[in-house]
């Protein structure tokens, strides 16, 4: 893989707070021409460190009141048969495999309680689980932050 530059790294900090900047925002931002800048996130799409651009969305104002981690304890011989059942279920923002008493931590939104009740159940098919609701959030989702200091120069 080709090393990243300052600049790439600045491009990607600052289209992590804002996938929709312009090309010739970014450029003024990193000094460049925008068909340089452009190149650069070309490369870094076909490098798969850029891997999509998203909308944050407010989930409450979208009616989901409940937003849960739930901690699921699947057998090594059931993943594979769990990771397709997972990947279907719409209210399912995240799932990751995790080390400690549970293999997987699960990352769900839900309108009512009892939505959450329902999809906990029915989880529990493929094994133990421990269930956490969000009061309130700290700190948003937020991108990579960088330190350029000690980015190697290239």
Do not use: W
Request: hydrophobic residues 40%.
């Amino acid at each position: 893989m080709s090393k990243l530059t300052p600049t790439d790294y600045k491009l990607i900090e600052i289209l992590q707070k804002n996938a929709r900047c312009s090309i010739k925002y970014l450029a003024e931002q990193v000094h460049l021409t925008p068909p340089a800048v452009a190149s650069r996130i070309d490369r870094l799409e076909k490098m798969n460190i850029i891997q999509g651009y998203h909308a944050e969305i407010n989930e409450y104002l979208m009616g989901y009141h409940i937003t849960s981690f739930i901690s699921l304890q699947v057998a090594p011989a059931e993943k594979s048969v769990f990771y397709s059942y997972i990947e279907k279920l719409p209210n399912v923002v995240e799932c990751n495999c995790v080390t400690g008493n549970y293999s997987m931590l699960i990352k769900a939104l839900f309108k009512t309680t009892m939505e959450l009740d329902t999809f906990v159940g029915d989880l529990q098919k493929f094994g133990r689980t421990y269930t956490q609701i969000v009061f309130s959030n700290a700190v948003k989702h937020r991108g990579v932050k960088f330190d350029f200091d000690n980015q190697e120069n290239t």
